[in-house]
């Protein structure tokens, strides 16, 4: 499921870098993934920690200039703005677009949005750089940045209607069509001088990069000591030996998951549904809602059964994909469907089964661990 988070990012630095340089989508893909992959590899979480804090201070910066770049769109004040925009097209100030696969009604954009952010918190990439803290006085501080910064990245969204403004019939200056996953790239190509430009993909990759080295930590390493560790167990021999084996392994999966990220990233730049973000939504929302009741149980609560978190994974996964594959509820029935709505069927159901079985058996059940 996380692996579709790793081909969210890949197929966007690769489209921005594609655009960028006007070369083949293909060699930029495989060239992006061998290089991360391959200084992840060898530096680990120490080149992270040095890599992230040089992308934030460029992501900073480019946030800035991608939410200044539309400041003429403003000239005639708010009101001017949003007339432009409904110029285009009525529905893109509208609270609601019916036509649309994801906005059709508020149950669609904030219920399942706000169902959706609860469950966000199990992100690996966050968890993973909230343990490199060296003491908890650093807490608050990583708190307080945190959630300043994410603030003002979260604003950069609106970047999006400026560029609807730059293509209003979402054509290039060549009259070709510009698909969904493109057009920021050719955005911030038409918009900005060549050397804003340079900065503002420096920044978009940047913004890629930091989730992607979290990703590729915390991916084979799941892999290696979740998963391969206890199933040959003894077979690897024991102490250092067996740390030393481990460590190879763990190169071998993460070339593993680089050329797997390759075959299923190609496959959404050459034909995707409406936009690689649709794809990677289905997988990664799945592992939300299957993370989350455990990950509650296990922080807040006390004498927890096994069964409960069990039950309420297995409920998660089943109730997500039944959701979607099944084209259950009338959200389902649209040519492309919203992830977001089968994930909070599935977060509800997870989070009811979750609890309850916590509730009934909590005094009856051995404590798991």
């Not at 604003?155 to 609807?164: E, M, N, P, S, Y």
């Not at 190509?189 to 978009?204: H, N, R």
Request: aromatic letters at 10%; a neutral charge.
């Amino acid at each position: 499921m996380l692996i579709t988070f790793i081909v969210l990012i890949c197929v966007g630095m690769t489209k921005v870098l594609a655009q960028a340089l006007n070369a083949p989508e293909l060699p930029v893909l495989t060239g992006l993934v061998v290089f991360v992959f391959g200084y992840m590899m060898f530096g680990g979480a120490n080149s992270m920690v040095y890599t992230n804090l040089i992308q934030a201070a460029i992501m900073l910066v480019v946030a800035v200039i991608m939410l200044t770049s539309g400041w003429e769109h403003f000239r005639e004040g708010v009101h001017g703005f949003m007339d432009r925009l409904a110029a285009i097209d009525p529905l893109l100030v509208a609270p609601v677009n019916p036509k649309s696969f994801l906005f059709r009604d508020y149950f669609e954009i904030i219920f399942c949005n706000l169902i959706v952010g609860v469950a966000v918190v199990c992100q690996p990439h966050i968890i993973t750089k909230s343990l490199l803290l060296k003491s908890d006085r650093d807490v608050n501080r990583y708190l307080l940045t945190g959630i300043l910064a994410e603030a003002l990245f979260f604003a950069v969204v609106i970047t999006g209607l400026f560029a609807r403004l730059r293509f209003p019939d979402l054509v290039d200056a060549g009259g070709k069509a510009i698909p969904m996953d493109g057009l920021i790239p050719a955005y911030v190509v038409a918009e900005f001088p060549v050397y804003v430009g340079l900065l503002v993909i420096l920044g978009l990759l940047s913004a890629g990069l930091s989730t992607l080295e979290g990703l590729v930590q915390t991916v084979p390493t799941t892999i290696t000591w979740d998963i391969i560790k206890p199933l040959l167990g003894s077979a690897l021999g024991e102490g250092e030996t067996q740390e030393r084996r481990l460590a190879r392994i763990n190169k071998a999966v993460i070339i593993g998951v680089g050329a797997v990220a390759i075959w299923l990233s190609y496959g959404q730049l050459v034909n995707p549904a409406l936009s690689v973000g649709i794809f990677a939504q289905n997988g990664v929302y799945a592992y939300f809602s299957a993370a989350f009741v455990p990950v509650l149980l296990g922080i807040f609560f006390q004498n927890v059964p096994l069964i409960a978190p069990v039950a309420a994974s297995l409920t998660a996964v089943i109730v997500h994909f039944g959701v979607y594959y099944g084209r259950i509820s009338w959200y389902m029935q649209a040519e492309v469907r919203n992830p977001a709505v089968a994930v909070t069927f599935a977060i509800l159901a997870c989070a009811a089964v979750g609890f309850g079985l916590y509730a009934a058996l909590r005094n009856r059940t051995p404590v798991s661990g």
